[in-house]
């Protein structure tokens, strides 16, 4: 079927008391005190923060490592998923294209490029029923699943549970909210971030492009947005 092509994020896991647990190991770093007694008097939420901004912006990230967060995350295509798990320090459980036959016409995002041009989407949803009569076909004859799938595309849709420390969230938010960053992965990761700043609100301003963070752009191609390190002269 002609699926929806707007991933499906969920927040499904994360500490209770994540602000105080990363003042915690901050301050823990500085101090004689025993970190259960910094943990139990931690309640000046401006004191904490600006506590975490100075450690983080020193680039001491062993003190945001001890977070970690879970999502749950589904319609999202093979495409954007191989992507995602290349990601280091990061744990996914996928849906298996080995043990869960497809029935009927599988779940396949459609590129916006494709979407918009009624004649290419025609061709794309015609070429994708294609490919599921051929891979129905084939398992219908007794091909086992995880060789049936050989034909399916990096177009059909997939879920996965994903988790991870603060750590590798802000680098993923660093990277993949890039305007280079593949538009797929993009919108998926802006899901996780918007999901985890409902939350936890402090997180906001290390939720973002790396631009944003560094004062500039360090790709090689430059959207604009921001003057390359060339441009300010280092």
Known sequence: ???????????????????????TACRTCYSADYPINIYNGADDEEKMLKLINRVISSGHYSTIEHIQVTFAISNVSRACTHQLVRHRHMSFSQKSQRYVKEKGQFDYIIPPTIEKNDELKSKYIDFMNKISQQYQEFVEAGIPAEDARFVLPNAAASSLVASLNLREMIHLA????????????????????????????????????????????????????MKTREQLGF
């Open 174 to 225: 660093n990277l993949r909210l890039c305007t280079r960053a593949q538009y797929e992965i993009r919108t998926m990761v802006k899901m996780m971030c918007d999901a985890l700043v409902a939350e936890e609100p402090w997180l906001k301003p290390y939720l973002v492009p790396k631009c944003e963070r560094y004062g500039f752009c360090d790709e090689d191609k430059s959207c604009g947005r």
């Open 1 to 23: 079927m002609d699926g929806n092509n707007k991933p499906v994020v969920n927040l499904i896991s994360k500490p209770e008391n994540m602000l105080k647990t990363v003042y």
